[in-house]
């Protein structure tokens, strides 16, 4: 098999199985508070744990991978030539959060929606990709603005202040008004109609942060904020979520 660009490389079957021979081989065992084992990930840089699946980063070093040497199977497809990564530590690697705003990889006023289950990882996700001068709106952090209240401690009287707080914040999203570089919108999402309505009536792309009931309702056992201390009023909201789904 001959690549003529990284980009053709990366979307063919010898890495995707490469790829994952290397996960499965630096899977890490860890035996949890209540005994039970579940493996993880580890970023090989900053020693974290990777809890999104599509977040594992695979990065050619010591030797970079280029179009000119993307056949080179003793570069790209060498266990020895590539180490696990983050995403955070992955563009820290290919130096992307530095030099000036047109050469970043985030589009200037790109504006994301970034969805999913709760406790999947969304804000994780937006604080691994966002940069200084990006906008996020987060309703739970819109109450905690206003209410001072704990994280995710949300009185419900604040509702509709909240409603329009966010509705402002989204009209000047979609008129593309302010100075901000890029936008991240944190939410459910369950409904496909209503998710993409938003994305079209904003011109935003949906990122979908993926995970099942199971890895969710885990999370929450071991959160360790006002979430896990609210058990069942955020297990309901993990079953709604699973039970309006709409794919
Ligand atoms: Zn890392
Ligand atoms: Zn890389």
């Not at 209240?149 to 999203?173: A, S, V």
């Not at 302010?178 to 939410?187: D, K």
């Amino acid at each position: 098999m001959n690549y003529s660009t990284i980009k053709q490389f990366f979307r063919g079957l010898e890495w995707q199985l490469f790829r994952q021979q290397i996960i499965f081989d630096r899977m890490v065992t860890v035996v949890n508070p209540d005994g039970s084992i579940s493996k993880h990930i580890v970023c090989e840089y900053c020693k974290k744990n990777i809890v999104v699946s599509r977040h594992i980063q695979i990065h050619h070093t010591p030797i970079e991978l280029t179009d000119d040497n993307v056949n080179d199977v003793t570069i790209s497809l060498n266990p020895d030539n590539v180490k696990i990564a983050c995403l955070h530590c992955h563009n820290k690697e290919h130096d992307r959060f530095s030099g000036p705003a047109t050469k970043r990889h985030v589009k200037n006023k790109g504006v994301y929606i970034v969805y999913g289950p709760p406790m999947c990882g969304k804000t994780t996700y937006v604080k691994e990709n966002m940069q200084p001068g990006d906008i996020v709106v987060d309703m739970d952090r819109l109450y905690q603005a206003v209410s001072l209240q704990p994280l995710y401690d949300k009185p419900d009287n604040l509702k509709y202040i909240i409603f329009g707080l966010r509705n402002t914040l989204l009209d000047n999203i979609k008129t593309r008004y302010g100075n901000w570089n890029s936008a991240w919108i944190i939410g459910g999402y369950a409904d496909k109609y209503a998710r993409d309505k938003l994305a079209s009536d904003l011109g935003a792309e949906l990122v979908y942060i993926e995970a099942d009931k199971e890895d969710c309702l885990y999370r929450l056992n071991y959160c360790n904020d006002y979430r896990q201390e609210h058990k069942d009023e955020w297990t309901e909201y993990i079953n709604n979520w699973f039970d309006n789904f709409t794919k």
